[in-house]
């Protein structure tokens, strides 16, 4: 008797993921790495991309966005330099400004002066295209492949291995109570569906065949 197969939904959540991302290079359009580490000085998240071709992305130097950027806002808060009362600052900036202004003035509410909030770069909050084939600033991933019902997108490899387990998987338990807030209890519902499992089967294969072909 053959025993099923069995995956194990350990409460992943899609960040677990996000350390290195398989990306297309804008420049050469070959692969390349896009990784996340927490810079030592601000403490803030930093993507770098290092193509062997010469391009450099790097957030933390110039944080510009290669996509086609919705919106850019900068969103401050800080309490009033008069009466103390908490304040929100929003102000949108064009698209394509890459320049911050050092200062933007905000008028309390309260005690109806004047303060002038110095701003920083992480003030600024980016909006882009609601796209699952691309990352936070617009790179496209490199491990993605269309099905006839949707696009099947992993992050790099070691996501690709787990996807497959999940989705081979005759029994699917899971271990660690998320309040559906997982990564895998979060896919689309025609992903899990036993009506297109060979077809989401045959998109992984596709990418692991792309994956041994960048391996070796």
Request: proline content about 10%; charged content about 10%; overall charge positive.
């Given at each position: 008797m053959t025993l099923p197969k069995r995956h194990l939904d350990m409460g992943w959540m899609d960040w677990q993921f996000l350390d290195v991302l398989w990306v297309h290079c804008p420049r050469c359009h070959q692969k390349t790495e896009y990784k996340r580490t927490r810079c030592q000085k601000c403490h803030r998240i930093t993507c770098i991309v290092h193509c062997p071709c010469g391009f450099v992305f790097d957030t933390h130097t110039n944080p510009t966005y290669v996509g086609d950027i919705q919106k850019q806002e900068v969103r401050h808060r800080e309490r009033c330099h008069y009466c103390g009362n908490q304040l929100l600052l929003k102000k949108t900036l064009p698209k394509n400004q890459i320049t911050v202004p050092k200062t933007l003035p905000i008028a309390c509410p309260i005690c109806q002066k004047t303060s002038h909030f110095t701003i920083h770069r992480c003030d600024v909050v980016q909006y882009y295209p609601d796209d699952i084939t691309l990352t936070v600033y617009g790179f496209s991933l490199y491990l993605q492949t269309p099905t006839r019902?949707?696009?099947?997108?992993?992050?790099?490899?070691?996501h690709l291995k787990e996807f497959k387990k999940y989705i081979t998987a005759d029994l699917r338990e899971r271990l660690i109570q998320t309040s559906n807030s997982s990564y895998f209890a979060r896919l689309p519902a025609w992903i899990k569906s036993a009506q297109y499992k060979q077809d989401v089967i045959k998109a992984l294969e596709r990418l692991e065949k792309l994956v041994i072909a960048e391996q070796n």
């Open positions: 019902r949707g696009v099947i997108c992993v992050y790099n490899p070691a």
